[in-house]
């Protein structure tokens, strides 16, 4: 599987952004891809994933993200997209998306966002 991650920039306080992750290859039809974030000096860590299972698709959020992130899926393209809005400061990380199945996982590149106070 290779994944293929963009839209990173920078932003000021309180702008959006939309962050894509691309998934080719060996696809299993249930899957999990999500994007983790790790800033500087701090521990890599979930931002925001979602699950295609046998019933339906699902997502998670950390806290620190509800309300303001969405994650959102495009299972022809098996690409996942995170809006995100309301952005912080402390939003300013090196964010991966990452594929999981039953069998794999697989880290796609990291894409910068930077948010300006």
């Known amino acids: 599987v290779q994944l293929q991650a963009s839209g990173g920039g920078l932003v000021q306080t309180g702008g959006s952004l939309r962050l894509s992750c691309a998934a080719s290859?060996?696809?299993?039809?249930?899957?999990?891809i999500g994007w983790y974030r790790q800033a500087p000096g701090k521990q890599r860590e979930l931002v925001a994933d979602?699950?295609?299972?046998?019933?339906?698709?699902?997502?998670d959020y950390a806290d620190s993200v509800k309300g303001r992130f969405t994650i959102s899926r495009d299972n022809a393209k098996n690409t996942v997209y995170l809006q995100m809005n309301s952005l912080k400061p402390e939003d300013t990380a090196v964010y991966y998306c990452?594929?999981?199945?039953?069998?794999?996982?697989?880290w796609g590149q990291g894409t910068l966002v930077t948010v300006s106070s």
């Open positions: 990452k594929y999981r199945d039953y069998f794999v996982d697989y």
């Open positions: 290859g060996r696809i299993s039809i249930v899957n999990t």
């Open positions: 979602s699950t295609r299972g046998t019933r339906g698709d699902s997502t």
